[in-house]
Nanobody, 118 residues
Framework: QVQLVESGGGLVQPGGSLRLSCVAS????????MGWYRQAPGKQRELVAS???????SYGDSAKGRFTISRDVTKNTVFLQMNSLEPEDTAVYYC????????????WGQGTQVTVSS
């Protein structure tokens, strides 16, 4: 019964910022990695950012220099700070959690809509 619940999406003007949150139903150390993906209409789901259980981060090309993934282990929460948002960032943003390698599966949250528009 692993649950990932995203929040923080909404409507923001170009150049603005949002912080997304993903709350897990168990310790985030239970995951080998957690991440943020996004899917825009008519496009494939793409990696935005990820963080391993050890704290190593990586970013998709679209996120580099603008977005930051972080975590609060006491709250079982992973964040995505998004700055300098552009209309092209408009998408549904999904939180992911990868289980241990011995029984690997990628779990997904329900998604949160981010719309960047004037």
């Amino acid at each position: 019964q692993v649950q990932l619940v995203e929040s923080g999406g909404g409507l923001v003007q170009p150049g603005g910022s949002l912080r997304l949150s993903c709350v897990a139903s168990l310790s985030i150390f239970s995951f080998s990695a957690m991440g943020w993906y996004r899917q825009a209409p008519g496009k494939q789901r793409e990696l935005v950012a990820s963080i391993t259980s050890g704290g190593r981060t990586s970013y998709g090309d679209s996120a580099k220099g603008r977005f930051t993934i972080s975590r609060d282990v006491t709250k079982n929460t992973v964040f995505l700070q998004m700055n300098s948002l552009e209309p092209e960032d408009t998408a549904v943003y999904y939180c992911s959690g990868d289980s241990a390698p011995a029984d690997w599966v990628r779990r997904w949250g329900q998604g949160t809509q981010v719309t960047v528009s004037s």
